[in-house]
C-alpha cells in the first residue's frame, strides 16, 4: 500500500514543481495551474463570449483611442510581449475589466464617467496591471468559476446554470473578485504604467471617489469591481497619490510634463450613449419593452432582471429559479419545440398548442433527462415550462426552470410572463431615444449647480450629473470651462 501511495504521489509532486512559475511583477516564484500559453488561449476563448453577453460599442474614434493608449501602456508594462487587446462594451454598468492573455474591456459606463484622459489612464494602468501580475490566473486556482450561473450579479443554484449559459469560463472571469493584496498591487501599477506614458497619476486616485459617490448614490448596487473588495477608499486615495509623487520624482517629471486632457477627454465623449439604449430594450413599472423587436412583456416584481444581446434573463432573490427569454431554432414551432427539447436534454411531460394574444405558441412542460453523475450531484431533478411563440418572422422561446420540489411555487411567476408576452404597439414606448453625454461650455462663472440648473437638469438628477462630472455642486466654474450634460 505504500509502495503505491508513494507511486500516485510522485506524478503529482511532478506536476506542482511544474506549475511554479515566476510572477513577471514581483520576481518571486508561485503556483499557477496555467502556463502563459494556456492563459492565451483562455482569453481567446473568453473575448468573443463577452462580446456576445455585452455587444461592442460602435465608436470607432474611441476604439482607436483606448487601443493607441493601450498598446502605449502595454510596452512599458511588465508583460510587453503579450497580445493586447483593448475594447469598449455596450453596458452602461460603471466598470472596467481584464481577463488573462492580454484583453481589458471599458463599459461605456466608465467612459462615460471620467473626466480626463490621466483618469482613463490610471483605470488602464490598473487593468493591464492585473494582467501583468496574472492575477486572474491565480485566482482561478482559487474559485470553481465553471460550477456558478451568474444573472446581474446574482449567484443561481448550480444546477440551473446550463439554461442561463452564463456559467461559461470567459463570462465566470467577469466577476473574479481580487483580494485586497492584488487591488493594492495593480493600484501601484496603474500608477506606474501611466506615469511612464506622461500621465498624472494623481488623477487616478481622484476617481476613485466617483467610483464611490456612484456606488453610495446606487444604494451599493451593481457596485464597480474597484471597490467590492478593495481597500478602504480613503487609505487608497493616500496611496494612489503618495505613489504618484513618488513616481513623478523617480521619472524626474515636473508638474507641467504630467497630461491631464481634461478637455481633449471630454469632447471625445460627445455623443457617448447613456445609460440604457432604449432600442436594445428597456423597463418601465416592471414591464419589459423592445422596440426594435416590437414586443413587451412583465417581470416578476422584485427579481432580478439582465438584458443582452442574445437573451433577457430573470431570478429571484433566493437563486432557486430562473427564467429567460431567447430566439429559438427551426422555422415551425413544431421543429422549435423539438430542437428546445435536444438543446436542454428534456423529457416531455405534456405539450399543447395554443395561443398567446392572439400569437401562434406551444406550451411544454418538461424535465431534464439525467445521467447517473448528474443525479449523484442534483438535489432533486430539474421541471422547466416553455412557451415557443411565433411573431413577427420569429419565434421566441421562453422558459421558466426551477427544481422539481420547488417548481409549483415558481410556475405562477412564469405563466404570468409568458401568458402576457404582447405585441408592442405604443408609440410611446416604441419611439424611445437613447440619452447622450452633450459637452456644454460655460459662460461666466456659476457653481456647477447654477449651470445645470440652467441646462434644465431636473433636480433628482442634479446629484447624479454632479458624480458624472466629478465635481461637488458647489463647485466654482469659470468661463470656458467645460461640463457634462445628459440629452436626448
Same mark, same amino acid.
Given at each position: 500500500?505504500?509502495?503505491?501511495?508513494?507511486?500516485?504521489?510522485?506524478?503529482?509532486? @511532478?506536476l506542482?514543481?511544474?506549475?511554479?512559475s !515566476?510572477?513577471?511583477?514581483?520576481?518571486k516564484?508561485q503556483?499557477? @495551474?496555467?502556463?502563459?500559453?494556456?492563459?492565451?488561449?483562455?482569453?481567446k476563448?473568453?473575448?468573443?463570449?463577452?462580446l456576445a453577453?455585452y455587444?461592442?460599442?460602435?465608436?470607432?474614434?474611441?476604439?482607436?483611442?483606448? !487601443?493607441?493608449?493601450g498598446?502605449?501602456?502595454?510596452a512599458?508594462?511588465?508583460?510587453?510581449?503579450?497580445?493586447?487587446?483593448?475594447?469598449? #462594451?455596450?453596458s452602461?454598468?460603471l466598470?472596467?475589466?481584464?481577463?488573462?492573455?492580454?484583453y481589458?474591456?471599458f463599459t461605456r459606463?466608465i +467612459?462615460?464617467h471620467?473626466?480626463?484622459?490621466?483618469e482613463?489612464?490610471?483605470?488602464?494602468g490598473h487593468?493591464i496591471?492585473h494582467i501583468?501580475?496574472?492575477?486572474?490566473?491565480?485566482?482561478q486556482?482559487?474559485?470553481?468559476?465553471?460550477?456558478?450561473?451568474?444573472?446581474?450579479?446574482? #449567484?443561481?443554484a448550480p444546477d440551473?446554470?446550463?439554461?442561463?449559459?452564463?456559467a461559461?469560463q470567459?463570462?465566470?472571469?467577469?466577476?473574479?473578485?481580487?483580494?485586497?493584496?492584488?487591488?493594492?498591487?495593480s493600484?501601484?501599477?496603474?500608477?506606474?504604467?501611466?506615469?511612464?506614458?506622461?500621465y498624472?497619476?494623481?488623477? +487616478?486616485?481622484? @476617481?476613485?471617489?466617483?467610483?464611490?459617490?456612484?456606488a453610495?448614490?446606487?444604494?451599493?448596487?451593481?457596485l464597480?469591481?474597484?471597490l467590492?473588495?478593495?481597500p478602504?477608499p480613503a487609505d487608497? @486615495?493616500?496611496a494612489?497619490?503618495?505613489s504618484?509623487v513618488?513616481?513623478?520624482k523617480?521619472? =524626474?517629471? !515636473?508638474q507641467a510634463?504630467?497630461?491631464?486632457?481634461?478637455?481633449?477627454y471630454?469632447?471625445?465623449?460627445?455623443g457617448?450613449?447613456?445609460g440604457?439604449d432604449?432600442?436594445?430594450g428597456?423597463v418601465?413599472? =416592471?414591464?419589459f419593452?423592445?422596440?426594435?423587436?416590437?414586443?413587451?412583456f412583465p417581470?416578476?416584481a422584485?427579481w432580478?432582471?439582465?438584458?443582452?444581446?442574445?437573451?433577457v434573463?430573470?431570478?429571484?432573490?433566493?437563486?432557486?429559479?430562473? +427564467? +429567460?427569454?431567447?430566439?429559438?431554432p427551426?422555422k415551425t414551432?413544431?421543429?422549435s419545440?423539438?430542437?428546445?427539447?435536444?438543446?436542454?436534454?428534456?423529457?416531455?411531460?405534456?405539450?399543447?398548442?395554443?395561443a #398567446?394574444?392572439?400569437l401562434?405558441?406551444?406550451a411544454m412542460?418538461?424535465?431534464?433527462q439525467?445521467?447517473q453523475?448528474?443525479?449523484?450531484?442534483?438535489?432533486?431533478?430539474l421541471?422547466?415550462?416553455?412557451y415557443?411563440?411565433?411573431y413577427?418572422?420569429?419565434?421566441?422561446?421562453l422558459i421558466?426552470?426551477?427544481?422539481a420540489?420547488?417548481f409549483n411555487?415558481?410556475?405562477p411567476?412564469?405563466t404570468?410572463?409568458m401568458l402576457k408576452f =404582447?405585441?408592442?404597439?405604443?408609440?410611446?414606448?416604441? =419611439?424611445?431615444?437613447?440619452?447622450r453625454?452633450?459637452i456644454?461650455?460655460?459662460?461666466?462663472?456659476p457653481?456647477?449647480?447654477?449651470?445645470l440648473?440652467t441646462?434644465k437638469?431636473?433636480?433628482?438628477?442634479i446629484?447624479e450629473?454632479?458624480?458624472?462630472?466629478?465635481?461637488e455642486?458647489d463647485h466654482?466654474l469659470?468661463?470656458?470651462?467645460l461640463?457634462k450634460?445628459?440629452e436626448?
Amino acid at each position: 500500500m505504500k509502495k503505491m501511495l508513494f507511486s500516485a504521489i510522485l506524478p503529482l509532486f @511532478f506536476l506542482l514543481a511544474d506549475s511554479c512559475s !515566476t510572477n513577471p511583477v514581483t520576481g518571486k516564484k508561485q503556483m499557477v @495551474f496555467m502556463s502563459e500559453a494556456q492563459e492565451i488561449a483562455l482569453g481567446k476563448e473568453s473575448d468573443p463570449q463577452i462580446l456576445a453577453q455585452y455587444g461592442l460599442y460602435e465608436n470607432e474614434a474611441l476604439q482607436a483611442f483606448i !487601443t493607441e493608449k493601450g498598446k502605449k501602456m502595454a510596452a512599458v508594462s511588465h508583460r510587453p510581449n503579450l497580445n493586447y487587446e483593448f475594447r469598449i #462594451v455596450d453596458s452602461d454598468i460603471l466598470n472596467a475589466f481584464a481577463v488573462p492573455g492580454g484583453y481589458v474591456y471599458f463599459t461605456r459606463g466608465i +467612459m462615460a464617467h471620467f473626466n480626463n484622459e490621466a483618469e482613463f489612464a490610471g483605470v488602464l494602468g490598473h487593468e493591464i496591471g492585473h494582467i501583468a501580475a496574472r492575477h486572474s490566473v491565480i485566482q482561478q486556482r482559487n474559485a470553481m468559476l465553471g460550477q456558478l450561473g451568474l444573472i446581474a450579479g446574482l #449567484v443561481i443554484a448550480p444546477d440551473l446554470a446550463q439554461f442561463a449559459e452564463s456559467a461559461s469560463q470567459g463570462l465566470s472571469l467577469l466577476f473574479l473578485k481580487f483580494g485586497r493584496d492584488d487591488e493594492s498591487q495593480s493600484d501601484q501599477l496603474g500608477v506606474e504604467y501611466s506615469s511612464k506614458i506622461g500621465y498624472d497619476a494623481k488623477e +487616478m486616485a481622484g @476617481f476613485f471617489k466617483t467610483l464611490q459617490r456612484s456606488a453610495a448614490q446606487a444604494g451599493g448596487e451593481e457596485l464597480p469591481d474597484f471597490l467590492s473588495t478593495h481597500p478602504n477608499p480613503a487609505d487608497r @486615495f493616500e496611496a494612489v497619490g503618495k505613489s504618484a509623487v513618488e513616481w513623478q520624482k523617480k521619472l =524626474n517629471l !515636473t508638474q507641467a510634463q504630467m497630461q491631464i486632457n481634461r478637455n481633449s477627454y471630454l469632447k471625445r465623449i460627445e455623443g457617448l450613449l447613456y445609460g440604457e439604449d432604449p432600442n436594445q430594450g428597456f423597463v418601465e413599472n =416592471n414591464t419589459f419593452y423592445h422596440p426594435l423587436l416590437r414586443l413587451q412583456f412583465p417581470l416578476p416584481a422584485g427579481w432580478y432582471f439582465q438584458n443582452t444581446p442574445q437573451r433577457v434573463q430573470m431570478a429571484p432573490k433566493d437563486g432557486k429559479a430562473m +427564467m +429567460m427569454l431567447t430566439m429559438a431554432p427551426g422555422k415551425t414551432l413544431e421543429e422549435s419545440a423539438n430542437a428546445v427539447l435536444q438543446q436542454y436534454s428534456l423529457k416531455l411531460i405534456e405539450s399543447k398548442k395554443t395561443a #398567446v394574444n392572439g400569437l401562434q405558441a406551444i406550451a411544454m412542460l418538461a424535465d431534464q433527462q439525467q445521467d447517473q453523475q448528474q443525479q449523484q450531484q442534483q438535489s432533486s431533478v430539474l421541471r422547466t415550462l416553455s412557451y415557443l411563440i411565433s411573431y413577427g418572422g420569429n419565434i421566441y422561446h421562453l422558459i421558466g426552470v426551477a427544481g422539481a420540489p420547488d417548481f409549483n411555487q415558481y410556475a405562477p411567476y412564469f405563466t404570468n410572463t409568458m401568458l402576457k408576452f =404582447n405585441q408592442l404597439t405604443d408609440p410611446s414606448k416604441l =419611439n424611445q431615444k437613447p440619452e447622450r453625454v452633450r459637452i456644454k461650455t460655460i459662460a461666466g462663472a456659476p457653481t456647477l449647480r447654477q449651470a445645470l440648473q440652467t441646462y434644465k437638469v431636473p433636480e433628482k438628477r442634479i446629484e447624479e450629473m454632479a458624480i458624472l462630472n466629478g465635481m461637488e455642486l458647489d463647485h466654482k466654474l469659470s468661463p470656458g470651462d467645460l461640463i457634462k450634460v445628459i440629452e436626448k
